[in-house]
C-alpha cells in the first residue's frame, strides 16, 4: 500500500511543479535562458508514433507558443509539430532505460510519469529503490 502514498506524493509533487512552471512562465521566460542548449529531452508523435530526442529549450519554447488559454482557466500545451510528419503530435516522452522503447510521460495512468509501458521499468523508481537502499545500509 506504500506504493500507493509515494505516487499519491509524486502526483502532488508534479502538480505543484506544473503550477510554479505556469506562473513563472508569464513572467518572459527569463528561466529559459538559463537552461544550456545541450540539455536534451525525449519526445514522441502521438500521430506518427515516432519518437526522438530535441533540445530541451527548443522544447519548452515551442511549448510556451503553443500553450493556450482554456475555459477552465488552466492554460493547456498542445502538441508540438513533428519534424518526421510534420503534424501537430509532439509530446515530451521519455525513453526507457532498461528496454530502450520511447514513450509519452505517463503512459501508464496514476502511476510514475517515467514507468515504462512495455516492461514497467521506473527510472525515478529505480533512483528511489537506490536511495532505499543506501539508507537502509547506513543505518
Ligand atoms: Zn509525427
Ligand atoms: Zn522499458
Known sequence: MK??????IIGVCILVAVIVFVKTRGGGGAGLDTLSDTEMTWVKCLKCGQGYEMSLKQFLKESREKTVPSPSGMP????????ECGKDGIVRAFKCEKCGEVFKASSVPGDIEDRCPKCKHSATEAQREANKAKMQQGG
Open 76 to 83: 493547456v500545451a498542445l502538441p508540438l509539430t513533428c519534424k
Open 3 to 8: 506504493n500507493v502514498v509515494y505516487v499519491g
